[in-house]
């Protein structure tokens, strides 16, 4: 089964709306992240946490909060949403102690703002 | 400017050929990580180097941290290798740069 599992896949918002996209990990993993992917480019990284109840800023945080309530679910928040969030969002585990770090994606959330 | 450049941005495959896909690193980079979208966009974890190199089937990755740059060598090219291929680095914390990504087709 999925071990990074994120819902929904697929979201229309309309600009100045609220979103929250969800990602659950069976993982075990300590350190979760959150990455934007747009259409013909890599993945930056927004936010990332390596705790519960903790979160760090990303390379391109604004706009965005992050929220880890526990050490399997990470959330993104988009309090506003603007036409320029519309973009590919993937969830991702790791673990740097056992694992090298090696990432574990979700299968992306596509989010369209209009 | 980047801080991963990879090259090439796209390459064409006859089935059966093989070729190399590259990555440079503009700062001290601690470790790599190669990774295969597909067709529907889900990202697979092909590699993780810390040093040398490794080597899964037909494909074949190398990592020199000294002279910063990886390289993903694909033998043997499938029609199923075809899609975007990243490199990732990290240089402090546990925080992955993405490059930008070659488009890999093969043909028949």
């Known amino acids: 089964e999925a071990a990074v599992t994120q819902s929904p896949r697929s979201k229309v918002a309309v600009t100045g709306g609220k979103v929250t996209l969800s990602c659950h990990q069976t993982?075990?993993?300590?350190?979760m992240y959150w990455y934007r992917q747009d259409t013909g480019h890599g993945l930056r990284l927004i936010h990332y946490?390596?705790?519960?109840?903790?979160?760090e800023k990303g390379d391109i945080p604004d706009g965005y909060k992050a929220s880890r309530p526990s050490q399997e679910n990470f959330s993104l928040i988009l309090e506003l949403a603007s036409l320029s969030q519309t973009a590919v969002y993937f969830c991702a585990s790791s673990d740097p102690k056992n694992s090298g770090n090696t990432l574990y994606f979700g299968e992306g959330s596509r989010l369209i703002v209009v | 400017g980047d801080q991963v450049e990879q090259s090439p941005s796209a390459l064409s495959l006859h089935e059966g050929t093989s070729s190399a896909l590259r990555c440079n690193f503009t700062?001290?980079?601690?470790?790599v990580q190669w990774f295969r979208q597909n067709s529907r966009g889900s990202l697979i974890n092909l590699f993780y180097?810390?040093?040398g190199t490794k080597e899964n089937g037909r494909l074949k990755s190398a990592f020199d941290s000294k002279e910063l740059y990886s390289t993903l060598h694909i033998r043997d090219a499938q029609l199923e290798d075809s899609g975007t291929y990243f490199c990732a680095g990290t240089s402090s914390g546990q925080k992955l740069v993405f490059g930008q990504g070659t488009i890999l087709k093969v043909y028949l």
């Open positions: 180097l810390a040093s």
């Open positions: 993982n075990n993993h300590d350190y």
């Open positions: 700062t001290t980079t601690r470790s």
């Open positions: 946490s390596y705790v519960a109840d903790s979160t």
